[in-house]
């Protein structure tokens, strides 16, 4: 059974093989540049695209960290009656067997 790829795929493969080396050589080259720390380089890579914010003072730290504290507080106010249900529970007496 023979298969061939017609013009198109081939040139869709082509281009994503460019692609890939294209970015591929990028990545090599911004770890090169950060002394090859992958964690940097993920930081800076959410820094750049606005999923974390840069904290530059004590006030911006306390705020992030308010924010977190009050998600952190509803979710414990939120399981805590599901908690107190399950143990305190009566169990059900059960008669011994001799």
């Not at 080259?29 to 930081?43: F, G, I, M, T």
């Not at 695209?49 to 009050?70: A, C, N, R």
């Not at 908690?83 to 007496?93: A, L, P, R």
């Amino acid at each position: 059974m023979k298969t061939s790829f017609s013009t198109t795929g081939k040139i869709f493969l082509a281009i994503g093989s460019i692609m890939c080396i294209w970015v591929g050589a990028a990545v090599i080259n911004a770890l090169s540049y950060l002394n090859w720390s992958v964690s940097e380089l993920a930081r800076q890579y959410m820094v750049a695209s606005g999923m974390v914010k840069p904290l530059h003072t004590m006030v911006d730290f306390y705020t992030h960290i308010k924010g977190i504290e009050y998600l952190i507080c509803v979710a414990f106010f939120v399981a805590f009656p599901y908690f107190y249900m399950y143990v305190g529970k009566e169990q059900k007496q059960r008669p011994a067997i001799k």
